[in-house]
């Protein structure tokens, strides 16, 4: 009669593991967690419903996306406080809503493209990955958003996966102006990680960035450039040379320009997003990931 009893209840409980484990599989989800901080011009104040006359330096973004195509926004904005990563005084709202992945089958170089709605929104709001852990805000034409030398549109995942490789297509370069300058923000140790001739502080939090590309004036193929950083508030210039390099090991569709700067032991190799944006790679061409201040990326100023 033990027996019996003991082989139905282990039976009981071997229903039980199975039926609970069956219902936490079920209502287990996963999130992707993409936080950054962007400018706060007329387009993005449009897409986030925040009224124009509101002054936005920046915009603080946390974007949570489940496995079951919906998403929570929030964001956070107002005026940069000098000297600080805060805002002077902020505002706050929440968007909750879903998402779709399509499939882009525009020749811009981006396999999908992210599509996030909300009854709280005007409009879709689009974005593509730059990599597993890199994200870029789309402008409602399906261009990366051009930011400026404050932030980027960069969102960047808070826990980084494994794969990091680029997943976009570079557009082939058709921009013949003979002089490009490029500026923005990004954070300070990971750069001085792989160039420690640098020597910034411990205390660095950001670096400043400007970088000018000249071409040749008759084969407009790419000749010298200078680079100045601002670390530890002092500025820094350098000069060097640069080159377009087509291909990674794992994406023979990425183009790479290639920085050999005089004073610095190591080339910094940017990837071309399209004319407007580009994105710091490592030293294994894998874009560099940012935190929810500043990201890897550097914007074309506008002339």
């Known amino acids: 009669m033990k027996s019996v009893k003991t082989i139905i209840r282990n039976s009981l409980l071997v229903g039980c593991i199975f039926l609970t484990a069956s219902c936490f599989g079920k209502n287990t989800k996963s999130e992707t967690i993409l936080i950054g901080s962007t400018p706060g011009d007329d387009l993005i104040k449009t897409m986030l419903a925040i009224p124009n006359q509101?002054?936005?330096?920046?915009?603080?973004?946390?974007?949570?996306?489940?496995?079951?195509?919906?998403?929570?926004?929030?964001?956070?904005?107002?005026?940069?406080?000098?000297?600080?990563?805060?805002?002077?005084?902020?505002?706050?709202?929440?968007?909750?809503?879903?998402?779709?992945?399509?499939?882009?089958?525009e020749k811009n170089g981006f396999k999908e493209i992210y599509q996030l709605k909300s009854d709280g929104l005007p409009g879709i709001i689009s974005m593509t990955q730059i990599s597993e852990n890199l994200f870029h805000i789309l402008t409602p034409q399906n261009k990366l958003m051009n930011g400026n030398g404050g932030w980027s549109y960069s969102l960047n995942r808070k826990v980084a996966v494994d794969s990091g490789e680029i997943l976009i297509s570079s557009p082939i370069p058709d921009d013949k102006s003979l002089q490009q300058v490029f500026d923005g923000r990004t954070p300070c140790q990971e750069i001085a990680a792989g160039h420690p001739e640098m020597k910034v502080s411990i205390t660095c939090f950001k670096l400043k960035w400007k970088l000018t590309l000249n071409r040749d004036s008759v084969t407009h193929l790419p000749t010298t450039c200078t680079i100045r950083t601002v670390v530890d508030n002092q500025p820094r210039d350098v000069s060097g040379t640069w080159a377009i390099i087509k291909g990674t090991a794992t994406n023979p569709e990425a183009i790479i320009y290639k920085i050999h700067a005089n004073?610095?032991?190591?080339?910094?190799?940017?990837?071309?997003?399209?004319?407007?944006v580009l994105f710091f790679l490592d030293q294994d061409n894998i874009p560099l990931i940012g935190n929810e201040d500043f990201s890897f990326t550097m914007n074309k100023r506008v002339q």
């Open 54 to 105: 509101t002054k936005v330096d920046f915009i603080r973004w946390n974007l949570i996306l489940d496995n079951e195509n919906v998403f929570t926004l929030d964001i956070t904005y107002g005026e940069s406080k000098p000297n600080t990563l805060d805002f002077i005084s902020a505002e706050k709202q929440t968007f909750n809503g879903t998402y779709s992945i399509v499939n882009n089958r």
């Open 263 to 276: 004073d610095l032991a190591e080339p910094i190799s940017l990837l071309l997003g399209d004319e407007n």
